[in-house]
T-cell receptor, first 110, second 114 residues
């Protein structure tokens, strides 16, 4: 069963806080894990891409994958009002199809 | 910066009519995709296209849908005999090498079937 669960939020935090966004999944065949950011009325924009388990850091963003728990996370440090958007997790097995979470709406309050 | 371009941005059509959604992928990309997002729902995969043929499609992508790369730059999604439930945002994406590489998304076409 290909299913990805993500809390839709909204998640509201003050500017400068550390944000933690999470997804769980049921298909152990998933190997590729992505986080996308989507602003209102725009297409998804890739933020982070990880393969298999482990951590990946890019600037203020850190992605973590725990395949044993079927759990992935995106951390945003020093959050800014411009980070306010919907964050979508997506994942794939060895084929071309991305399976998406519902997206978490994030609001950063100045 | 190269980008995926979709036209039109908004399409209104009557139920039963055919629509063609157009996309210009990034020029050196080889893999092309269509996704849709019904308002308030998850992004859903429709189809992937590589080497002038469909490489994978979802259950949503039935005989009502077809894709084509009519020339070296355009990638189109045709929806025949549209239904009310086809109303959604349709996103085109392209990538260099499948989902092992970054997929870039267009701004989307909002399809409204009335």
């Amino acid at each position: 069963q290909k299913e990805v669960e993500q809390d839709p939020g909204p998640l509201s935090v003050p500017e400068g806080a550390i944000v933690s966004l999470n997804c769980t999944y049921s298909n152990s065949a998933f190997q590729y894990f992505m986080w996308y950011r989507q602003y209102s009325r725009k297409g998804p924009e890739l933020l982070m891409y990880t393969y298999s388990s482990g951590n990946k850091e890019d600037g203020r963003f850190t992605a973590q994958v725990d395949k044993s728990s079927k759990y992935i996370s995106l951390f945003i440090r020093d959050s800014q009002p411009s980070d306010s958007a919907t964050y979508l997790c997506a994942m794939s097995d060895s084929n071309y199809q991305l399976i998406w979470g519902a997206g978490t709406k994030l609001i950063i309050k100045p | 910066e190269p980008e995926v371009t979709q036209t039109p941005s908004h399409q209104v059509t009557q139920m039963g009519q055919e629509v063609i959604l157009r996309c210009v992928p990034i020029s050196n990309h080889l893999y092309f995709y269509w996704y849709r997002q019904i308002l308030g729902q998850k992004v859903e995969f429709l189809v992937s296209f590589y080497n002038n043929e469909i490489s994978e499609k979802s259950e949503i992508f039935d005989d009502q849908f077809s894709v084509e790369r009519p020339d070296g730059s355009n990638f189109t999604l045709k929806i025949r005999s549209t239904k009310l439930e086809d109303s959604a945002m349709y996103f085109c994406a392209s990538s260099v090498g499948g989902f092992r590489t970054e997929a870039f998304f267009g701004q989307g076409t909002r399809l409204t079937v009335v």
